[in-house]
C-alpha cells in the first residue's frame, strides 16, 4: 500500500438531489422520500431438551410503505392516481428513485414494484407562516430493488 492508501475515495452522494419517476414519467419535484426499507423476518427455533441453544433461520422479507412529500401544483398526477385508487380503480405501476451525483447523472438507482397509493395527507395550512404547502402520498409496493452505487 503506498502512501497508505487504500484505493480511490469516493464522496457520498448528496441526500437532496435526488428524481422520482412511475410508470415512466417523472411525477413531480418531490421534497423527501422516506420508507426506503426492507427487513428479512428472523424464525427462531428451540429445540427439545436444549436449553441453551436458539436457532435462528431467515423468514420473510418485508418492505416498508414509500411516502413522497411534494408542495402543491396546479398539475398533480399522484393526486389524480390516489383519487382513481380510492374510488375503487386501484392501478399499480413501477417507479424508481434516483439518486443523482454532483453533475446530476444517475448515481444510484431504487426500483419498486406494483406500487398503489394508499394515502394521502394535505399540508398544514397557516397564514402566520410563509412556507411552500406540502401533500404527502404513501404508496404500498411489493418490493424493492438498488443498482448502482457499486465500487468505483
Not at 420473510?60 to 382513481?84: E, F
Request: aromatic residues 10%; glycine residues 14%.
Amino acid at each position: 500500500m503506498p502512501n497508505g492508501r487504500v484505493g480511490p475515495s469516493a464522496d457520498p452522494f448528496m441526500s437532496y438531489r435526488f428524481r422520482v419517476e412511475i410508470g415512466g414519467i417523472v411525477v413531480g419535484g418531490f421534497t423527501s422520500v422516506d420508507g426506503l426499507q426492507s427487513r428479512n423476518e428472523v424464525k427462531t427455533v428451540r429445540q427439545g431438551g436444549v436449553n441453551d441453544v436458539e436457532y435462528k433461520l431467515p423468514g420473510q422479507l418485508t418492505y416498508s410503505d414509500l411516502v413522497l412529500k411534494a408542495g402543491i401544483t396546479s398539475l398533480d398526477p399522484m393526486w389524480l392516481w390516489y383519487q382513481a385508487c380510492a374510488g375503487g380503480k386501484v392501478s399499480r405501476h413501477n417507479g424508481s428513485i434516483y439518486l443523482l451525483d454532483a453533475q446530476g447523472n444517475t448515481a444510484v438507482t431504487w426500483n419498486f414494484y406494483r406500487a398503489w397509493p394508499i394515502e394521502w395527507q394535505g399540508p398544514s395550512l397557516d397564514a402566520d407562516q410563509n412556507l411552500v404547502a406540502t401533500q404527502s402520498f404513501t404508496l404500498a409496493h411489493e418490493g424493492i430493488r438498488k443498482s448502482g452505487g457499486g465500487a468505483p
